[in-house]
Protein backbone atom coordinates (compact mmCIF):
# COMPACT_ATOMS: atom_id res chain seq x y z
CA UNK A 1 0.00 0.00 0.00
CA UNK A 2 0.90 3.58 -0.43
CA UNK A 3 0.34 4.67 3.21
CA UNK A 4 2.70 4.19 5.87
CA UNK A 5 2.12 1.79 8.94
CA UNK A 6 2.82 4.05 11.18
CA UNK A 7 1.90 1.67 14.10
CA UNK A 8 4.31 -0.60 12.83
CA UNK A 9 7.07 2.06 12.42
CA UNK A 10 6.16 3.14 16.08
CA UNK A 11 6.04 -0.39 17.42
CA UNK A 12 9.40 -1.02 15.28
CA UNK A 13 11.37 2.03 16.68
CA UNK A 14 10.57 1.65 19.77
CA UNK A 15 11.63 -1.79 20.40
CA UNK A 16 14.61 -0.74 18.53
CA UNK A 17 15.24 2.55 20.92
CA UNK A 18 14.38 0.41 24.51
CA UNK A 19 17.36 -1.55 24.19
CA UNK A 20 19.45 1.26 23.41
CA UNK A 21 18.14 3.60 26.15
CA UNK A 22 18.35 0.82 28.67
CA UNK A 23 22.39 0.07 27.69
CA UNK A 24 22.86 4.24 27.56
CA UNK A 25 20.83 4.64 31.13
CA UNK A 26 23.11 1.62 32.84
CA UNK A 27 26.32 2.68 31.51
CA UNK A 28 25.64 6.32 32.50
CA UNK A 29 25.34 5.02 35.87
CA UNK A 30 28.80 3.06 35.96
CA UNK A 31 30.63 6.62 34.56
CA UNK A 32 28.57 8.82 37.43
CA UNK A 33 29.54 6.24 39.66
CA UNK A 34 32.90 5.69 38.66
CA UNK A 35 33.52 9.92 38.17
CA UNK A 36 32.43 10.39 41.87
CA UNK A 37 34.36 7.48 43.21
CA UNK A 38 37.49 9.01 41.37
CA UNK A 39 36.73 12.55 42.27
CA UNK A 40 36.17 11.74 46.06
CA UNK A 41 39.23 9.65 46.13
Known amino acids: ?3 NDWG ?3 AAS ?3 TI ?7 F ?3 KLV ?3 GGAVKD
Do not use: A, K, N
Not at 19 to 25: A, G, I, S, T
Open 27 to 29: VRR
Open 33 to 35: SGL
Open 8 to 10: GIM
Open 19 to 25: PVLVFFM
Open 1 to 3: PDE
Open 14 to 16: TLM
